[in-house]
């Protein structure tokens, strides 16, 4: 069996855990086979979300934010089966000394899979609890050997209007970038996620391979990474050029900081009926506030 059920959620509190036992069979018998033989899983790394239900499988993958497929919730799980993710690669480049571009068989081979339960607070103001599959960013980042010069990560989505058909559309600038600090890259919680709910990554939550980064907006966690490149300089983002007033580079969901069009005090999980109070790094303050300690958040917001 790829994945042991976590031992710290309880079965009574996974909301719809007879699908995700489910899809877990379903890793064992087609498509699934191929990619869950390459994925070495390491059981048990599930963290202190256990008290919350998990959002169900069906609305993490049919209410999502992926412009290159469509700007509405349900267009990306319409329309993304355009996307081919086989073969592909991710280069990963810039201020490292062994640069190297990976093939996703290798990445899935090299990199044991552990499953993590994180919480994601889109800027919007809803949020989910996705069990992802995947690995720490660091361990690709470490395995290249980065510079003394490195002190950012720029991450790169596919841009390739043939597949991904809003990118004939000037809705964002082409392809979709994102960044990181260096330290914040190379951060136990950020992780490089390959599969949800013990399957592999559907297309619409960015297959291959996307970064999922807990405590921040969910627009940081870029998906269907095709380049990863350690730079000198803070990356110029998608959102932050598109809309610089409204989208910082930082990004850490903080309900003291608003947007300028809306509140960020409270959230709506998807499948709950009532707002809840949003928190600080979104939930995950004890984990990463050091990291900012001394910075003004109301100016690197
Ligand atoms: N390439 C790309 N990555 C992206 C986006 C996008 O439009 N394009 N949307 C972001 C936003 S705004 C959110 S909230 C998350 C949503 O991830 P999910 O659909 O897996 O929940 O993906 C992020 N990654
Ligand atoms: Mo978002």
Same mark, same amino acid.
Request: charged share 25%; hydrophobic share 40%.
């Given at each position: 069996?790829?994945? /042991? ?11 719809? +855990? ?87 068989? +290798?990445?899935? /081979? ?82 490089? &996620? ?47 050029? &598109? ?45 990463? &506030? ?12």
């Amino acid at each position: 069996m790829l994945i /042991k059920r976590p031992n710290d959620i309880r079965a009574s509190e996974i909301t719809d +855990e007879s699908v995700y036992w489910n899809r877990r069979d379903f890793i064992g018998t087609t498509a699934g086979a191929a990619v869950a033989a390459a994925m070495p899983f390491v059981p048990g790394f599930v963290r202190a979300e256990q008290d919350e239900k998990l959002t169900p499988y069906d609305a993490v993958t049919s209410y999502n934010n992926f412009y290159e497929f469509g700007t509405g919730k349900a267009d990306p799980s319409r329309n993304a089966h355009t996307l081919r993710v086989r073969p592909w690669t991710v280069a990963v480049e810039g201020e490292v000394h062994k640069p190297k571009v990976f093939d996703i068989e +290798e990445i899935l /081979k090299s990199f044991p899979t552990e499953e993590r339960v994180y919480r994601l607070r889109c800027v919007e103001a809803w949020s989910m609890v996705i069990p992802w599959m995947g690995f720490p960013l660091g361990s690709l980042l470490r395995a290249v050997e980065p510079t003394s010069r490195a002190r950012f990560v720029e991450f790169v989505t596919l841009h390739d209007p043939e597949q991904m058909p809003g990118q004939r559309r000037n809705v964002l600038p082409w392809p979709y970038i994102e960044g990181l600090r260096l330290d914040e890259a190379m951060h136990p919680l950020t992780l490089l &996620a390959t599969g949800l709910y013990g399957e592999i990554l559907p297309n619409q939550n960015g297959a291959p391979i996307r970064l999922v980064v807990p405590w921040k907006y969910g627009f940081k966690s870029i998906k269907s990474i095709v380049r990863i490149r350690l730079v000198s300089e803070q990356p110029h983002t998608t959102w932050n050029v &598109a809309l610089p007033h409204e989208y910082g580079f930082y990004a850490n969901v903080n309900p003291d900081v608003d947007h300028p069009r809306w509140s960020q005090k409270k959230e709506r999980r998807i499948g709950k009926l009532f707002k809840q109070d949003t928190l600080l790094f979104n939930g995950y303050a004890a984990e990463v &506030a050091d990291l900012y300690a001394g910075m003004d958040l109301t100016r690197y917001f």
